[in-house]
């Protein structure tokens, strides 16, 4: 466990902030779950119970988590959730649909053992292997999406020897399991960048960012990836075109 001192233009809190938000964001510490107490936070830390205090309450003041009497601080369920509904596309097919030139880089790539979140959402064992994949996409020479992913290998079963610098996910996981893509379920919430975050997409860790939480499944329903798209505020918008029927 992490030891944090105080260091220039990093107050000892702010790294407590940064610690919990890193453990939320790369989904180690699941929506509904409990986080650690303060006790245990101080031990992991080495820091005194204001110090945590300060630093959790930073989160509660973002929406990160929420604070129980008597059963203690949760890790907070995104409230608006919007199923999937038009034709789906990834990132790199709609941006080459729109004529944008972008690079692809691969900046974290290994294979992990699923905790019970990852487990159920890819629909493996827990403590079977996946591939977790990070990349950072860059758009007229700026990064515009940071694109976290927990990768079924079960699935997909050759997938971590692609190269995603150079093929996209979506076509990599239709080559190695030999299904069409079916379906997504995404989630959309307002968070800050965070510290990890913020130096991928070049922008200041407190700096708005919109995180497209998704679960993508294979045309038989299996699920192949669990994961996240970051997309800083000032550089990237969202927009959809509906038909009301009737």
């Known amino acids: 466990?992490?030891?944090l001192e105080k260091r220039a233009g990093s107050l000892l809190y702010v790294?407590?902030?940064d610690y919990v938000r890193e453990k939320i964001y790369s989904k180690e510490w699941g929506v509904d779950a409990p986080i650690p107490s303060e006790h245990e936070l101080m031990s992991m830390l080495g820091l005194s119970r204001g110090t945590v205090q300060k630093g959790i309450r930073k989160l509660v003041d973002e929406g990160l988590l929420v604070q129980q009497r008597g059963r203690g601080t949760f890790v907070t369920q995104p409230l608006i959730a919007r199923p999937s509904s038009n034709r789906l596309l990834s990132f790199a097919e709609s941006m080459s649909a729109q004529g944008i030139e972008f690079e692809t880089r691969v900046v974290e790539e290994r294979v992990g053992r699923a905790n019970l979140a990852c487990a159920e959402n890819l629909g493996i064992e827990e403590g079977e292997d996946y591939l977790y994949l990070a990349r950072v996409r860059y758009a007229y020479?700026?990064?515009v999406m940071f694109i976290e992913s927990h990768l079924n290998l079960r699935a997909c079963p050759g997938i971590e020897d692609a190269d995603f610098s150079r093929e996209g996910l979506f076509a990599a996981a239709e080559r190695t399991s030999g299904q069409a893509i079916g379906r997504s379920e995404m989630v959309y919430s307002a968070r800050t960048a965070g510290k990890r975050r913020g130096q991928w997409l070049e922008c200041d860790e407190g700096?708005?960012?919109l995180d497209l939480d998704q679960?993508?499944?294979l045309a038989d329903g299996t699920p192949f990836e669990w994961g996240s798209v970051w997309l800083p505020a000032n550089r990237c918008v969202?927009?959809?075109e509906t038909?009301?029927?009737g």
Do not use: C, F, Y
Request: no cysteine.
């Open 215 to 217: 679960l993508v499944r």
């Open 238 to 240: 969202i927009s959809n």
């Open 243 to 245: 038909v009301r029927e």
């Open 207 to 209: 700096a708005p960012v």
């Open 15 to 17: 790294q407590v902030s």
């Open 1 to 3: 466990m992490p030891k």
């Open 141 to 143: 020479h700026h990064p």
